[in-house]
Each structure stands twice: as structure tokens, then as C-alpha cells.
């Protein structure tokens, strides 16, 4: 009987991805061609390592540099929802999960110590996203917590003008640890709400009268 019962939920839950992603389709369909970025030589995580390395920086200056190399290299974007956070990183596109793990394979290969965390509720300010203006608000979001010596300070990836302590998100409800064996949940989680999101951006897009001209993204 529990056999049973433990395929027919393995069963839903493969017809459950199966169905996320079939919705995820027109979001790869809109993915750039090229899917390799590189930014000052910058391609791969291991090049993002050896850029770090290379600049003898150390504590919280080091902390500070890969963060910032991070946010450089990355791009917003909720259509790559499928990617590996290394997949991610290279083509220089990821929403807040891809964007955070990436980083911290960066600070675990400089051997600096770093817990994910995660909270569902962070204010944000407005940005475009994937060419659509989103006038900000609350939303989800993952980010790393580092350590170095007995100071452990936020630090997170998602915009060029952060730096570790200073975020451009405020919390506003609990804050969890992340786990590894979270990320099934979460990463079927964020792909829903990649497709939600983007669904409701398209729509309101499609309402907009057309701009006399050509469109001007405001950025971070």
C-alpha cells in the first residue's frame, strides 16, 4: 500500500514539473542567442576565482569585490528559470536563487564562509525586468549570509550598487536558513512564479499605449 502510495506521488509530482515546464517554453523562447557572456575576460565561475584571487585582496575587501563581480556579470531575468547557477552565471542572466548560489560557489572556492538564507517578503524598488518596467514591491528572495572572523553581514548579488551589510531590499518577515535539500522545492517554487510574474508583465505591457519612441529601461 505505501509503495502505492509513493509512486502515485511521485507520479504527480513528475506530471507537476513536466507541466512547469511546458509553461516555462515561451519564457526560453525569448532567451538570447548567445549564451555565453564574457565581462572583462569574465566568462565561467572558475575565471571569476582566478579574478578575485588574482587581486590579493582579503576579508571583507575580497568579500566586497566577488559581490560586485557578481552583480556586474549578472543581468535580472526570469527566463532562464531551468539553468544551473554556473549555467546561469555564464550567460549572465538569473533571478535571485541562481544569482545568490553562483556566488557563493565563487566565495566556497576562496574558502570563505557563507549560509543562504531565504525570506518571503522583501521590499523592493523598481527596476525593468526582461524589457518590462516593474514598479517594485514585496516579493521573495534569496541572498547569502557571509562570515569572516566573528562578523557576519548580508550580502547579495541582485544590484551593482550593493555591498556586504547593504542591501537594496528591506525584510520584512522572517528570514530561514536554505538548505541544499530545499532546492527542488524552491527552484520549482521560483519557476512558478517566473511564470506568473512574467505572464502579468506581458499582459500589462500589452495594455500600454506605444511609446512615440524608443523605449529607455531604468536600471538599478
Same mark, same amino acid.
Given at each position: ?121 522583501? +521590499? ?85 499605449? +506605444? ?10
Amino acid at each position: 500500500m505505501l509503495k502505492k502510495i509513493l509512486l502515485a506521488l511521485t507520479g504527480i509530482g513528475t506530471a507537476g514539473v513536466f507541466t512547469v515546464y511546458l509553461l516555462t517554453i515561451p519564457l526560453l523562447r525569448r532567451l538570447p542567442k548567445q549564451d555565453r557572456v564574457s565581462i572583462d575576460g569574465i566568462t565561467t565561475i572558475d575565471d571569476a576565482v582566478e579574478a578575485c584571487r588574482r587581486t590579493k585582496l582579503q576579508g571583507w575587501d575580497l568579500v566586497a569585490y566577488a559581490q560586485n563581480l557578481a552583480a556586474q556579470k549578472f543581468t535580472y531575468s526570469r527566463l532562464n528559470t531551468w539553468d544551473t547557477p554556473s549555467k546561469a552565471f555564464e550567460r549572465g542572466l538569473g533571478y535571485c536563487e541562481q544569482q545568490t548560489l553562483a556566488l557563493k560557489k565563487i566565495y566556497d572556492k576562496l574558502g570563505i564562509e557563507t549560509r543562504p538564507v531565504f525570506c518571503m517578503r522583501c +521590499k523592493f524598488p523598481a527596476k525593468v525586468v526582461d524589457g518590462v518596467y516593474w514598479p517594485g514591491g514585496i516579493s521573495g528572495h534569496a541572498w547569502l549570509r557571509v562570515r569572516i572572523g566573528d562578523e557576519e553581514r548580508d550580502v547579495c548579488p541582485g544590484s551593482v550598487n550593493n555591498t556586504p551589510g547593504v542591501t537594496n531590499f528591506e525584510v520584512h518577515s522572517r528570514v530561514f536558513n536554505w538548505y541544499p535539500w530545499l532546492r527542488p522545492f524552491t527552484h520549482v517554487g521560483s519557476s512558478i512564479e517566473n511564470i506568473r510574474r512574467d505572464m502579468m508583465a506581458q499582459r500589462s505591457l500589452s495594455t500600454l499605449p +506605444k511609446p512615440p519612441g524608443p523605449l529607455i529601461e531604468i536600471l538599478d
